[in-house]
């Protein structure tokens, strides 16, 4: 299913070009950790509309990335598991890419820019009404 949603993901990044440009998993660390911590961007339910008030966080960690001469910056889309599982698929996606498009503004290379998602945190697994957790609606940023 992961490779399923990576493939459409690259599908739809190639007919968006003011989009990054590579689509798939995030490079592992070969011999080296992230090149800073991570940044989160939080969702309201349903949204994959970027927030105001984490457009400096996005643009501070696009500097920081370009400052500390990251090769890549990884843009993972997430979903809590509230709704279809097709839908948080989709809306997983969005989140990263709308995200990718604020570290572009920010004057991040596309070109260096890598989205991939994870639906629906924890597969398929079910926490009651934990199921809808805010920190499970992000994208995190991972400059490497």
Partial sequence: MTRLILLASA????????LAQTAGPCPGNVGSAAVSKPTWVLFD????????????AIAEAAKTAKARQATKVCVVG???????KN??????????????????????????????????????????SNDASEKDRRVTIIPR
Avoid at 11 to 18: D, G, K, R
Wanted: hydrophobic share 40%; no cysteine.
């Fill in 11 to 18: 599908v739809a990044l190639f007919a968006a070009p003011s």
């Fill in 87 to 128: 839908y948080n698929a989709k809306l997983a996606q969005q989140r990263s890419q709308a995200v990718a498009s604020e570290l572009i503004k920010a004057g991040y290379p596309a070109k260096d820019v890598v989205i991939a998602s994870n639906p629906e945190a924890f597969g398929n697994m079910s926490f009651g």
């Fill in 45 to 56: 339910l349903g949204s994959a509309v970027v927030k105001p008030e984490y457009k400096p």
């Fill in 78 to 84: 997430q979903t809590d598991k509230l709704g279809d």
